[in-house]
């Protein structure tokens, strides 16, 4: 856990005030900067003392072979993993001959701020050598969201004593070597000098380096240029060979006097284009980069955002920890989705190289249905690459002899990396995540274009898999056998309630699109009886219901089994994956992350209040949230069936997951999709929204700490506010026609210009559930 | 499938007239020589041509990291495979300067015969070399049954033409080139050069090897001597170098005369004796074998075998190629576990590196049962080796978090070496396979010391783990849940009830050896809490049934699963384990292999005889025996449930699975298990043998190809014999004190010189149950 003295919240800032070693690689991960297709780790500039070095580029991967124990039919033999590609953010800095390094002399001071408005990364140190020379050095370093391809850093160093002789050394590196892992799984596979020289080159103050990923054979792209001030007498001079480039800036700096390098990058990759094409891709960037200058960057980020904020922000009041953090968590997200423009979302945005950096259902599940009300271009950009992926998934099911199309569990490319099918090719309720995700954003912008093009033949294809993985048993029920819901601590199992559930809105999403677009349809390969059949089996989809307890079991025969000892498990212990088998976890009642309760969440149109309350109450006494995808779930239904002070809770543990480091793995970058939930956990959860079947509903209740909520939505190209303090609750709509939403069951019509306003919801005072013993999410108090 | 014409199957010998370089892997199993702690494969005497070169050790094995593409708690780091040792087996011959090589100059008669009775393989070649020089070469090997570390070869080489200059290489060889495999999981892991030289020594016509594996640093000996006898002028040499001892023998033959070379071999290894141990116990039974030299090792092999056939012979009329067939697999059993002594029975044998070498369940299920009324104390054998592997089963329970101890999946030195959880650790049920051999062992000897340092502990230990590893129901019922039976084509199944039904029979076992044996029991820790514990576990025991259908699930839900589309499934996509996923095959109603049915037979009293015939034939339709664990167990249900012909055609295709390669790949190594099965096809098949409860029943039934089955098994130190002909059933009392059995339900006293005889049984006329679709047995059609 990240000490709190270290971090501090501000309003629109993350600071930290003091460089704690023991926690470099998580303040590496949280201060990252990223545009979704550039991102850097907030590594020093002068590269060391380091935990992991990053610089990311979205979608660029290197192959390397998964073993195997025992080998098996439809195992992928090879996985994708993300490549720490040309590192453009060093820049060492050598005193009197003495290389700044925290680790030597002295740190006199130590600032760096995450601003979310200005989205920048400054830093600001004191440091003095071992010679006993003492400097101030000031970076700030942004990645465009005006210029995916660009990102900049201004670099300025003055002496705080007497006269100083300074050297700046600004590099790009390629083939840093990686971190030494341990084995948790959740980590990264290492690679060793995954890229291949092919072109490098130098003139002033400029350099290239073009490298190719040997096995993956992508082709990638650095380039710098830099502004170089300082006082007469300031010499530069560049050079570059295969892994490296560099511009060596000298110079005697007299108190006062202050010598500044702006560094300006730019990125490109290709697993298509020339070295020509790529070279002179990343030379147009940086040109225009230099066009607009260090201002004209910081002036073009804050317009980015500016905009992004107006649409997008989050006013909490009476916990001003819960304020700034969400606030972080939407940056964040903003960060790993806004430009990624047909490249995947990855679980770690572009933050570190966690979980490979490959891309899950999480994706569709928590991030997308974020990104629909406040940045939908994202979400269209996200669901074209699902779309660009279909050649892949389509031989997938074929492989596993399905019709359709099989998404991949995990992967950066588009096909299968999931070398533990259980827990990967069994997971199939990914393509039910992707056909929600669709559905969502398609009735929130009302895209025609994008339902043609994209989201018919993503929910036809995901829709043929359903009816070819389920089957018709003798006495009429359709069942889906042997699949893995989203509970990594049960596996293949039959009728998966969450999945059944899922599919079956996946299916009768399919026949609507068919039956939308006739002509588009046709071309599909669709005929009327297709679509008869998709309903039938939506229809007749069996939802297992164990009358005995009356809740609905995870999946067939889950409630009947042993209860985990949650008694004789020590603290230590969790997550029970590190400490336990699988076998022995998969055969109990034990549950990682919500399942049944996600179902209760996003098809909460299948449940009656009595059912969501008894089903919730179960599930409470069962699940350890061994998964950073749990808490804001839990958050939504219990905020729903009446907990809203621990619904506040756990949007408080979803918020701080990787402030606080709950999971102990930030150091490899920060949790994209628990982020995302943390907005989830407030409008869903707090807020009540809900998007069932198209119409917009809510019903805010706060929790006794707070005195005021409001949310503002994107919706059918409206902008709405919502707003709840301790007495009423107002929409107002600040953009767009006319809109019909429900209050707590009520319809409302809100215009411009004309709020409405309603009293606040009552909160009825409940028992509250129980959670496993020692698992309980911690009691969130506000501190100020 | 090896052509017919190229083995022929004659009274005791099964011969090989033709070479057929296609076939040559499946006939280096088929005529491998083996005594249970040595095994030479029938490689050619001069090395080449060989599809895999095979010399082991029982128990030798090297170790090897297992890799995951996604690591999980408690998987096993590190594999064992069987090691190819120092080849003794290398003779080579130069005529005239030119290699004997059957792929060169002219094969004009090649004919191996492995001999049943006097256990030698004999291979007599003439051959005229490229410069046309022809020579008969004859040679003569066996692996002592009588002198376990000794095997011994006759080589003779006469001219056929005029004088020929002749050399013999006689050689000790190690770290032969590995074969080259392919992607078949039931392949061994590829081994370069295992093995580190530590000594060698050469004098006369004497060498020795001493050699270490370099990663489970066992200590490996090889060492040869010759007696040479050649014509005026013959000269030997010997030397030694670290992978290499070589005598080399010189002589011109003219014609008429021949050069004679006895061989004799002797080989130890040990993870604990020093160099000088080691070399000196092969050198102690290398003088024993010169001492008895090649015509006593003859005659001691012929007097062990003598011995063997008077106990175990089985005799079937009206169908010579069964005939054959059935005694070659009783020879492949006892040449797996006559002389294995406390080590393990590998699956198959010492005869080929398939399966790594590793044992599994199958030895206890299906190898000791036959051995256990044919050759008791290689029973006592391999369960003291299981029982000395008990402190890594303990460990292992431990690691799993479970009571007593779990026996691994598969291993040879004892650790569990399953890179595959769902078909490794989760088969649980190998525990009380174990428990299973441990109690018909005691009932059918009587072994006092046995039960008590062996059989109760065993016992005690496998009971505790099922105790730990179920749960009671709030209904009452005790479960099992999330383990693999016998079907590798389902997994992690609720109360399998193979499973349950021998974890009740552990459970009782266990009470009763522990009430026979108080003192030792508590020394053990047992109190009577704990043995009453175990007996409301049993009587608990869930065994579910489907009323709908009115059988038996396999598990838990088994029968409402969809049905394999076994219509559409081509004959080449056979087996399915290489042509469809698990997720696939383990959510359909397939069957790889016997698992309910196989508890029709060792747990018969559970069932009633509507139950059986019910079940029998609703499996029949589901099972597609892609292992060769299946067609034995189905012979003996099909016998008992009235379908004798079908039994007859398992029988057969259990007795011939390696003969006709039906797996397609006896390459690797015999099938000692369904070598085993041929015989329980017959005794507990055709003859209806069962073994419930300690009570020794019949029930003979012969097709109506067969005119007379006979078989002999030991029975509480008795000698029984018991003969079926169209007429009537004979029993007959050989040796012991009178024994009392059961005919068809009726019980008989059988005293020495009273054979008792009753008519034979009635064959009821039913209608042949339905297998999957091209998936039924080939009709057996008796050859002569």
Known sequence: MIVHPVIELEPWRLRETRLDLEVLGQSESIFALANGHIGLRANLDEGEPQAILGTYLNGCYELHPLPYAEAGYGYPESGQTVVNVTDGKIIRLLVDDEPFDVRYGTLLGHERELDLRAGVLRRRVEWRSPTGQAVRVSSTRLVSFAQRAVAAILYEVEPLDGSASVVLQSELVANEPPPSRGRDPRQAVTLNAPLRSEWFTHRDAHALLVHVTRESGLRVAAAMDHLVQGPEGTESRSESEPDLARLTVAAVLERG??????????????????????????????????????????????????????????????????????????????????????????????????????????????????????????????????????????????????????????????????????????????????????????????????????????????????????????????????????????????????????????????????????????ELGIDPEEIEDWRAAAEAMRIPYDERLGVHPQAEGFTRHERWDFERTRPDQYPLLLHFPYFDIYRKQVVKQADLVLALHLRGDAFTPEQKARDFAY??????????????????????????????????????????????????????????????????????????????????????????????????????????????????????????????????????????????LPVPDLPRPAQPPGREPARRVPRT
Chains 1, 2 share one sequence.
Not at 412 to 425: D, F, N, R, V
């Open 257 to 522: 006097q202050c010598l500044r390098l702006v560094k300006f990058l730019a990125y490109g990759w290709s697993a298509q284009r020339s070295l020509p094409a790529v070279r002179d891709q990343v030379e147009g960037a940086l040109a225009m980069a230099r066009h607009r200058g260090w201002e004209g960057l910081l002036a073009d980020q804050r317009a980015y955002l500016d905009g992004f904020w107006r649409r997008a922000d989050v006013e909490i009041e009476g916990d001003p920890e819960l304020q700034h953090a969400v606030r972080f968590a939407l940056f964040q997200v903003l960060q790993a989705g806004a430009r990624a423009e047909r490249r995947a979302i990855p679980a770690k945005g572009l933050t570190g190289p966690g979980y490979d950096g490959h891309t899950f259902w999480d994706m569709e599940t928590f991030v997308l249905p974020v990104l629909t009300y406040t940045a939908p271009t994202a979400v269209a950009d996200a669901l074209r690459w699902r779309h660009s992926t279909l050649p892949m998934a389509r031989e997938r099911a074929q492989q596993l002899g399905l019709e359709g199309a099989a998404f991949p569990w995990r992967t950066i490319h588009g096909e299968e990396c999931s070398g533990y099918w259980p827990a990967g090719t069994a997971a199939f309720h990914i393509n039910a995540d992707i056909a929600d995700a669709v559905v969502r954003y398609q009735r929130a912008t009302e895209d025609p274009e994008f339902e043609r093009e994209i989201g018919l033949e993503l929910l036809v294809e995901t829709a043929r898999l359903w009816r070819s993985l389920g089957h018709r048993h003798e006495e009429g029920e359709f069942e889906i056998d042997g699949v893995t819901g989203p509970d990594e601590y049960s596996a293949l199992a039959d009728n998966n309630v969450y999945t059944n559930l899922m599919a079956q809105q996946n299916l009768r999403a399919a026949a609507d699109a068919a039956e939308a677009h006739p002509d588009r349809a046709a």
């Open 619 to 760: 599930y409470e006494a069962l699940t350890v949230r061994d998964s950073s995808l749990s808490a804001c779930t839990q958050a939504v239904v219990a905020a729903e069936v009446g907990h809203v002070e621990l619904a506040y809770d756990y949007l408080g543990e979803a918020a701080l997951m990787d402030l606080h480091d709950l999971e102990h793995n930030v150091a490899d970058g920060v949790h994209i999709a628990s982020l995302a939930g943390a907005w989830i956990a407030i409008v869903a959860g707090l807020g009540g929204m809900r998007d069932h079947g198209g119409e917009l509903s809510f019903a805010p209740r706060l929790p006794a700490a707070l005195t005021r909520l409001a949310f503002r939505i994107t919706f059918q190209r409206r902008l709405l506010e919502v707003a709840a303090d301790r007495e009423q609750v107002t929409y107002r709509l600040l953009e767009g026609e006319p809109l019909r939403i429900v209050h707590d069951g009520e319809p409302l019509l809100v215009t411009t210009g004309a709020p409405v306003t309603r009293p606040a």
